[in-house]
């Protein structure tokens, strides 16, 4: 079985565009989060979504915002990219919406701001 | 508000030494916790987490935790370190009643020499 796929793996882009990042959660997960890593950081919480509504928000801008898709498959958006949004974009997917169940992480997409 | 503090961004061993990661956890309700490995250019992988129950959580290849309530911690170790478990470990934190989100600690590179 597939794990979780994520696309595009690396980009480039400059302040002020916009990105949109994909991911496609295990078959029959439910649950989309995304987390972002600053190199030498560990992931920090975005976005939540379980059943195709946001269950969670960490603490950043409204430039980042996300959906689900009625196939589970999610996007996460970043508006007027700055430099500091240079990072590792990780999706993960579980089953249900807790967290005793196991999160599975896909590869990331590594973006870079110029 | 949860917290987690790994001590020590690197940590050195020699293959077949005791691997000895520490975390420490901050949480105002019983908290969840989870050992995460991540290889380079790669996503997290669980290694293992304690819910409830039994305090000393066995993982995969080898790892295992112990949730010090008293002390707060949640170290990881491993009773003898080979190569192939160089890599990046993080520390999570979740709360009982939040959904998918984990708090992570900014991770402990464990290098393993011959």
């Known amino acids: 079985d597939a794990g979780v796929t994520q696309s595009p793996t690396h980009l480039i882009k400059t302040r002020g565009q916009h990105v949109t990042l994909r991911c496609s959660p295990i078959s029959g997960h439910k649950s989309v989060s995304w987390y972002q890593q600053v190199l030498g950081q560990g992931p920090q919480f975005i976005f939540q979504?379980?059943?195709?509504?946001?269950?969670g928000r960490g603490n950043f801008p409204d430039r980042f915002s996300a959906r689900q898709f009625p196939n589970y498959s999610s996007e996460l958006n970043v508006n007027a990219l700055l430099l500091g949004d240079s990072a590792l974009y990780l999706c993960?997917?579980?089953?249900?919406?807790?967290?005793?169940?196991?999160?599975?992480f896909g590869e990331g997409s590594r973006l870079t701001v110029l | 508000a949860q917290s987690v503090t790994q001590l020590g961004s690197h940590v050195s061993v020699s293959e077949g030494a005791l691997v000895l990661l520490r975390c420490n956890y901050s949480?105002?309700?019983?908290?969840?916790l989870f050992w995460y490995v991540q290889y380079p250019n790669q996503g997290l992988q669980l290694l293992l987490k304690?819910?409830?129950?039994?305090?000393l959580v066995k993982g995969i290849n080898g790892f295992e935790a112990e949730f010090k309530k008293s002390e707060t911690s949640f170290h990881l170790t491993k009773p003898s370190a080979h190569m192939s478990d160089a890599a990046e470990y993080f520390c999570?934190?979740?709360?009982?009643?939040?959904?998918?989100?984990?708090?992570f600690g900014k991770g402990t590179m464990l290098l393993v020499s011959p």
């Open positions: 949480s105002s309700v019983p908290p969840y």
């Open positions: 304690y819910t409830t129950g039994a305090t």
């Open positions: 979504y379980y059943e195709k509504e946001e269950r």
């Open positions: 999570a934190v979740s709360d009982q009643a939040g959904y998918s989100t984990l708090t």
């Open positions: 993960a997917s579980s089953a249900g919406q807790g967290v005793t169940g196991e999160l599975f």
